[in-house]
């Protein structure tokens, strides 16, 4: 769920941003219905890379279909993907909206208290819902399914690991979960506010103007494809979280750990597996998101107006 770059006037009276119930509805809608379609399998993909670093994409993409063909590529969306979908947008809203407010009191203009309320929502979301919803897609596409573990439900997995190592255990990668909500809020905002910037500037616009729904897309998509500057964070939460058992691999990961034998067994470019279809996954949620649900948003205001 994107945050909202529309540039503040430094005159108006300090006030916290508004927050609609029926946005944050329509918002988790949206979020399904982008996880739901094309938004899971371009996941799965990218987890199936990043856990096995050797393959290619054509190589991931059949490893994916031998675990259950097209089913294959929905692996954690239910009930995982859809518990996050659900709740991550308003988890990012309510917490960025005060973290922007409170930065703002402090002195802080508009679009630094707009970063770091992003950064701030980012973080919220990962130690909320996000990690061990996170965690559990990831168990799913990389958990060993032949013979008798192919008949355990991922109900039955998350039990079993929430038996054995508890909280933490559910949680496994959530650090690096929230590096990444982190910095993908963080540089998302700012970069998809210059992109704006550019397109305005080429088009010899009024800065004031707001962009066309091409042109929003169009800028969201760039903000969103450059914040994978970010995959190395993504690579080692995928190492962190994932079941591929290999020889010499550290048992317990941290952060630290986990670059260490990524970059030991694959090198600098073993930190950008998967990119492709991560960018591939925030252009689509950018097209459900800001396209879609710009409409949505414009339908339900109207009608309840």
């Not at 990218?46 to 089913?71: C, D, E, L, Y």
């Amino acid at each position: 769920m994107a945050i909202d770059t529309t540039p503040t006037d430094r005159n108006a009276p300090l006030q916290k941003k508004p927050i609609s119930f029926i946005n944050l509805a329509i918002g988790a809608g949206l979020n399904i219905f982008e996880v739901s379609t094309l938004g899971q399998p371009f996941e799965v993909i990218k987890t199936q890379m990043a856990a096995n670093r050797g393959q290619t994409m054509p190589s991931s993409i059949a490893a994916v279909w031998g675990r259950g063909g097209v089913f294959g590529f929905y692996q954690g969306l239910i009930p995982w993907a859809w518990i996050e979908a659900a709740t991550k947008g308003a988890v990012l809203l309510f917490a960025a909206s005060e973290i922007d407010y409170q930065v703002r009191v402090l002195g802080a203009g508009p679009a630094v208290a707009g970063i770091v309320g992003g950064m701030g929502g980012g973080i919220a979301q990962a130690y909320t819902t996000m990690g061990f919803c996170t965690f559990m897609k990831t168990v799913e596409v990389t958990r060993h399914k032949g013979g008798a573990a192919a008949q355990k439900s991922t109900i039955q997995v998350a039990r079993e690991i929430f038996a054995r190592e508890g909280i933490r255990g559910i949680n496994k990668g959530v650090n690096a979960v929230a590096v990444r909500q982190c910095t993908n809020w963080g540089s998302r905002f700012g970069l998809s506010r210059i992109a704006e910037d550019l397109i305005k500037g080429r088009a010899g616009r009024d800065p004031s103007k707001k962009l066309s729904d091409l042109e929003k897309v169009a800028a969201s998509t760039m903000g969103g494809a450059l914040s994978c500057w970010n995959q190395p964070i993504e690579v080692i939460r995928v190492e962190m979280q994932s079941q591929v058992q290999t020889p010499g691999r550290p048992t317990k990961m941290t952060i630290g750990t986990a670059a260490k034998w990524i970059y030991s067994n694959n090198g600098v470019l073993g930190f950008y597996r998967g990119v492709t279809p991560r960018i591939c996954l925030g252009m689509w949620q950018t097209v459900c998101m800001v396209a879609f649900g710009d409409k949505v948003k414009t339908y339900f205001a109207q009608k309840y107006k």
